[in-house]
């Protein structure tokens, strides 16, 4: 299995930028593909971004398209979640998941095998 090890959340007013990182080990990084889901209180965890292993396929949800880039360094083991022009409802815990046995992008929860412990972030209005 893949361990997950998310950092880089905080406090940020609304319009401002957070970079979120995802430190991977356990299995070869650049074989699996990777997702951020996030999870607002009350609310079910939902799809954010995800990227092939390879990189050359990215998806995003509609609410944050546009504003947030998701990347992977195969190199270093490690995937980012640039999130701009962050707004009051973008507040939640946000997961780093990896899919252990499959390279394709995908976006639901049920399709990732190993998840981190979360990273908090709030936005303020």
């Known amino acids: 299995q893949v361990q997950l090890v998310e950092s880089g959340g905080g406090l940020v007013q609304a319009g401002g930028s957070l970079r979120l990182s995802c430190a991977a080990s356990?299995?070869?990084?650049?074989?699996?593909?990777m997702g951020w889901f996030r999870q607002a209180p009350g609310k079910e965890r939902e799809f954010v971004a995800a990227?092939?292993?390879?990189?050359?396929?990215?998806y995003y949800a509609d609410s944050v398209k546009g504003r947030f880039t998701i990347a992977r360094d195969n190199a270093k083991n490690m995937q980012y979640l640039q999130m701009n022009s962050l707004k009051p409802e973008d507040t939640a815990i946000y997961y780093c998941?990896?899919?252990?046995?499959?390279?394709?992008?995908?976006?639901?929860?049920?399709?990732?095998?190993?998840w981190g412990q979360g990273t908090q972030v709030t936005v303020s209005s």
């Open positions: 998941a990896a899919r252990d046995l499959s390279s394709m992008a995908a976006t639901t929860t049920r399709e990732y095998d190993s």
């Open positions: 356990g299995r070869t990084f650049s074989r699996y593909a």
């Open positions: 990227i092939s292993w390879s990189g050359s396929t990215t």
